[in-house]
């Protein structure tokens, strides 16, 4: 029996880990959960459930809950202090980072430092801190699993997991992208783009921004930066593969003309399970695949100049250090400043490429550097959106 933490237990990959948990109750407990400020869902969550401890983002969150839950034997929590608490808890054997955006780093960095399986979904956290992360991970002999469905697919496609002495043999890796809603409109049927419409992924079901990401390929831009931080290489090693089917999840491409491919439906239960049992497998409900029926699988390269998100992460990883965390940190203000109107769905990547390019980047020497930088990178796009000051 696997004691599970699952942070971010009302989202999106929140719901599909509960999936995977309610069809396996011998295998798998839910002993600790979070969620920032979704009290009814939680609620629900806490009766199916009924993990030990769950943590919320304030305490009229966890007050409000606590109010709708009175005869559960849960102990109600909240705020940062209690959610790196519950990523450590001696009951939690693994520990799905499920949180959005950079919140989720401080929480995950805790489940590693206490020796507990890591299932990655929340991919900001490496793209943020990637070096610093990644020598945690290896300070403390953690196994780091990828749940992001292209890594998790690369991972599958890799003879050796994670280590290293595939390398030799590895050509490229090909990181597959659907493209998103806007993959075959024009930059001005994009310029007057809704939030409404940048959510509608042709293929997945997602949280609300990493929908807006995928559809302004930031998505696979930050996807690009996490793959070099898992798999060791640079971005000249990863081709982005625009695959409009969402059918093949990955590839790697290997020195002597093969290529070796992870496929299935679109669903992320599937890459859960696979994180969840390593190196085992187990049934997730998700239909089998019908290649007959779905007929024809297509390729075409990403369009830079449509998607420029793409290239500035791989800019952000060549300039290194605090870059990522600042690139990072733009998108998300900009990403939020987008759903709520302020600014067109063109200015995302105008406004991300205006912070890199302001703010210097620095060595990471410590995890103060990447919150300070993180700090100011909200600061100066704030700015930026509040001043109109990126035309
Ligand atoms: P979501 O918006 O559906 O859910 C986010 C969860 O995080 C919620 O439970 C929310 O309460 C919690 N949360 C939000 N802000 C928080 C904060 N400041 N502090 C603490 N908790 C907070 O998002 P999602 O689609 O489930 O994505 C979660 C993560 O997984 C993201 O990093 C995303 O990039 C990654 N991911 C998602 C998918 C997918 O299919 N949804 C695929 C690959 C990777
Ligand atoms: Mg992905």
Not at 45 to 59: A, H, K
Not at 102 to 119: H, W
């Amino acid at each position: 029996m696997q004691g599970i933490c699952l942070l971010g237990a009302t989202g999106s990959i929140g719901q599909s880990t509960l999936d995977i948990i309610e069809q396996h109750p011998e295998k798998f407990k839910l002993v600790c959960a979070s969620a920032h400020s979704s009290v009814a869902k939680m609620a629900d969550i806490c009766r199916r459930f009924q993990p030990s401890r769950v943590v919320m983002g304030s305490l009229s969150a966890r007050d409000e809950l606590a109010a709708l839950c009175p005869d559960l034997p849960i102990s109600f929590e909240w705020g940062d202090e209690a959610l790196e608490d519950i990523a450590a808890d001696a009951q939690v054997d693994q520990v799905m980072a499920a949180i959005m955006g950079f919140a989720g780093l401080k929480p995950t960095l805790s489940g590693i430092r206490a020796k507990k399986r890591i299932l990655l979904a929340n991919k900001e956290s490496l793209v943020t801190a990637g070096q610093l992360f990644m020598d945690e991970v290896a300070r403390h002999d953690v196994l780091l699993l990828p749940i992001d469905s292209e890594h998790n697919a690369i991972f599958q496609s890799l003879p050796q997991h994670a280590q290293g002495a595939h390398k030799k043999h590895v050509s490229k890796l090909l990181l597959t992208a659907s493209g998103g809603p806007f993959r075959s409109w024009s930059l001005d049927e994009m310029r007057k783009a809704t939030p409404e419409q940048a959510c509608k992924h042709p293929n997945w079901s997602m949280g609300q921004k990493i929908s807006i990401d995928s559809a302004s390929l930031m998505n696979k831009g930050l996807e690009l930066i996490e793959a070099c931080w898992l798999f060791g290489v640079t971005p000249a090693d990863v081709d982005v593969v625009v695959h409009p089917e969402s059918i093949i999840h990955s590839m790697v491409s290997y020195l002597d003309g093969s290529v070796i491919a992870q496929m299935g439906n679109p669903d992320m239960k599937i890459p859960i399970a696979y994180g969840m049992t390593w190196p085992n497998r187990i049934e997730t409900s998700v239909p089998p695949l019908d290649l007959v029926s779905i007929a024809s699988l297509n390729f075409e390269a990403p369009d830079l100049a449509r998607f420029p998100n793409l290239k500035l992460a791989a800019d952000a990883w060549y300039a290194g250090g605090t870059a990522m965390a600042t690139l990072n940190a733009a998108n998300e203000v900009a990403v939020a400043a987008f759903l709520e109107r302020k600014i067109g769905f063109l200015d995302i990547a105008t406004i991300n490429g205006a912070v890199l390019n302001q703010l210097e980047s620095c060595p990471v020497t410590s995890l103060d550097v990447v919150f300070e930088a993180d700090r100011m990178a909200r600061q100066v796009t704030t700015n930026i959106i509040d001043k109109k000051d990126w035309v």
